[in-house]
């Protein structure tokens, strides 16, 4: 099972920007479909954002039009471009892949980085 990695997580004020990393540990792993997913201090785990190589998206309804995601076939990473975020944005933000086509359903999915951190102050 490929391992992922996460990088770009940190801690930004509201109305701030981001933008989350996301590589596989193996440089030969290649997944055609990958997506990001968030989970706030207890509570479960929900989708924000998928995508394929053929640049198909989709996005969690509360993320729209500030979020942006973005998949970089030759360097094959993922990217979470994040903008105006608020306090509710606060998550662990996992990355995730193998999908089949780009979702933002956890079952979907069958491979999954540790997650990294953001937080938005007020």
């Known amino acids: 099972q490929a391992q992922l990695v996460e990088s770009g997580g940190g801690s930004v004020q509201a109305g701030g920007s981001l933008r989350l990393s996301c590589s596989p540990s193996?440089?030969?792993?290649?997944?055609?479909?990958m997506g990001w997913f968030r989970q706030h201090a207890g509570k479960q785990r929900e989708g924000v954002a998928a995508?394929?190589?053929?640049?198909?998206?989709s996005y969690a309804d509360s993320v729209k039009g500030r979020f942006t995601i973005s998949l970089d076939n030759a360097n094959n990473t993922l990217y979470l471009q994040m903008n105006s975020l608020l306090p509710e944005d606060t998550a662990m933000y996992y990355c995730?892949?193998?999908?089949?086509?780009?979702?933002?359903?956890?079952?979907?999915?069958?491979?999954w980085g540790q997650g990294t951190q953001v937080t938005v102050s007020s």
């Open positions: 995730a892949a193998d999908c089949v086509t780009p979702t933002v359903m956890e079952e979907d999915f069958g491979a």
């Open positions: 995508v394929d190589t053929d640049g198909l998206t």
């Open positions: 193996r440089s030969t792993y290649r997944s055609y479909c």
